[in-house]
Structure formats: structure tokens, C-alpha cells
């Protein structure tokens, strides 16, 4: 009796999903890659359509429009960058960090979607290329492109080092916006390109030196009409650190960042049209139910 006892809670517990797969599953989650990977791959007939250079510990925004892949290039050495995206007509949709890391990782590369924020809830690019994705996860649990943390900012440089810094990544992005008529309260979570991050053994957030060489890219495809914001951060490589005791200025760390903004030919784009948001027609529960 024992015996079956124990084959049968056996047989039941492999029946059981585990607790630790992914929370979030579905096929809205996943990327078409024969679709996304020619995008990515096939890049000798793309044309540019606008590209430049930020220079160190600044920022800068600028349109990307839907069907259009955006590149963010490592020009001189390895190089942090912050980045924000919005609906270009609606800025009150825009980049959701959080649910991104929810729905695709806490580190992200090719294939994975950039989500945006409720009520609107649809992929606001999907990345296509990164010339850093097999870095994988190294000795220390570091990965590469980091939804974990945020950007830099004043108020905690002067709350943890006691000193006012007006180029944080926080501040870059707020003077890059500012010509499209947006604000500091426009300015969110980011999506932090080339940053290597993890926790520690005791759950704590942790930055590693950036791995990226000179000609090292990340690319994502425009699932929408974007305006896009990128700050190069003040602390540039990450080499050394930037908050507490016996930090010093690590200016000369920081490098510039080059975007480049390509149109793509028609024949890749096929039957792509933009996504659209979940058809949710309830009401908040603001009509009573009756649960019993």
C-alpha cells in the first residue's frame, strides 16, 4: 500500500506545474521570429533616414516611425545608455519597465518586446538585433540590457553623496524632451542599454563594468510611432561606482552613443500592421457582483 501511495503522490506531483516557470505565458508574448529575424539580419538594402552622435553625460530625443528599426551603437568605448520611449501621438502610453520584465525578462536581447503602460498594454518595439546576446549570464549572475533598476537622478545623488549633479541620466532626459513639450513627470523607467546588473546574494541590485567594444549595437523595430529618449550615463562604463564613500568622478569612463534611425524595404514588412491593444471591455468593478 505504501508503495503505491508513493507512486501515485509521485505520478500527481509531475503533474503539477512548477511554481518557478515563467508567471506570465502566451502566445501574445511571442515574437514572429521568421518575421523579425530578416529585419534584423537582412541589412544591406535598409536606408538611413537619420542618425547622430550624443555626446557624454547629455541626452537627446527624436522620432522613430513605425516600421522603422532604430540602432544605438557604441562609438568609442563601452558606454551605458538609458532609454525612454512614448506613443510619439499619445504620451501617456509609453515604456512600462516593470510589466516588460513581467512579460519578457529582467534582461532582454532579440525577440523580446517592449511593453507599454495600461490602459493600452501592447508591444511598443520588438528587438531585432544585439551584438551582445550570447554574453548570456556571467560568474556573477551579471546580464546585459537591464529592466532591474532606473535611471540615475539628482535627488538621490544629493540624498547618498550629498552633492547636486544636473547630468544624471534623469536630468539628461528631461532637457532632451523638453523641445516635444513633455516634463520631467513624463520621464520613466528605463530600459537600460549595454548595462550589465544583477542581484546579489543578499537580493540587492548590483552594476558591472559594460562589456560592449567600439561597433557594438542594439536594435529594435518600431511597432508604433515613437518618440525615443537616450541619455548617455555620467557614469559611463560602470567601472567604478557612483554612489558612497571614496567614489570619484568617472568622467573619463564616459563615451558617446550614435543612433541611427533605417527605413526598411517594403518586402520585409509584408502584412505587418501596428499591434493592437487588449480588447478589454469590462468596467473596473465599479458594477457591484454578487461573489456568493
Not at 535611471?151 to 516635444?180: E, K, Q, W
Not at 567604478?240 to 527605413?263: I, Q, S
Request: hydrophobic share 35%; aromatic share 10%; glycine share 8%.
Amino acid at each position: 500500500m505504501e508503495g503505491i501511495l508513493e507512486q501515485t503522490e509521485g505520478h500527481h506531483m509531475s503533474q503539477q506545474p512548477r511554481l518557478t516557470e515563467a508567471a506570465y505565458q502566451g502566445p501574445a508574448l511571442e515574437a514572429d521570429r521568421d518575421f523579425y529575424r530578416p529585419i534584423g539580419e537582412q541589412t544591406e538594402r535598409r536606408e538611413v533616414v537619420g542618425e547622430f552622435t550624443i555626446p557624454i553625460r547629455s541626452g537627446q530625443a527624436w522620432e522613430v516611425p513605425a516600421g522603422h528599426v532604430c540602432r544605438i551603437s557604441t562609438v568609442e568605448g563601452p558606454q551605458v545608455g538609458d532609454l525612454n520611449l512614448w506613443n510619439r501621438h499619445d504620451p501617456r502610453e509609453r515604456f512600462w519597465a516593470s510589466r516588460t520584465r513581467q512579460l519578457q525578462a529582467a534582461h532582454v536581447s532579440t525577440f523580446d518586446r517592449l511593453w507599454s503602460t495600461l490602459p493600452f498594454l501592447r508591444p511598443m518595439a520588438t528587438i531585432v538585433g544585439d551584438t551582445l546576446a550570447d554574453y548570456g549570464t556571467d560568474p556573477e549572475g551579471g546580464r546585459l540590457h537591464d529592466t532591474l533598476g532606473t535611471r540615475c537622478d539628482p535627488y538621490v545623488s544629493t540624498m547618498l553623496n550629498g552633492v547636486d549633479f544636473d547630468y544624471h541620466c534623469h536630468s539628461n532626459l528631461v532637457r532632451a524632451i523638453f523641445p516635444f513639450g513633455l516634463t520631467e513627470f513624463d520621464v520613466h523607467d528605463v530600459l537600460n542599454v549595454f548595462q550589465c546588473t544583477g542581484l546579489n546574494d543578499n537580493d540587492e541590485y548590483f552594476m558591472k563594468t559594460c562589456p560592449a567594444k567600439p561597433g557594438d549595437h542594439f536594435e529594435f523595430f518600431a511597432e508604433q510611432d515613437l518618440l525615443a529618449a537616450l541619455s548617455t550615463c555620467p557614469g559611463g562604463d560602470l567601472s567604478k561606482p557612483m554612489f558612497g564613500e571614496g567614489n570619484e568622478d568617472p568622467v573619463e569612463n564616459c563615451h558617446p552613443l550614435r543612433v541611427t534611425v533605417y527605413a526598411l524595404p517594403e518586402n520585409l514588412l509584408g502584412e505587418w500592421s501596428e499591434p493592437s491593444s487588449p480588447n478589454y471591455r469590462g468596467g473596473h468593478g465599479l458594477k457591484p457582483q454578487a461573489w456568493a
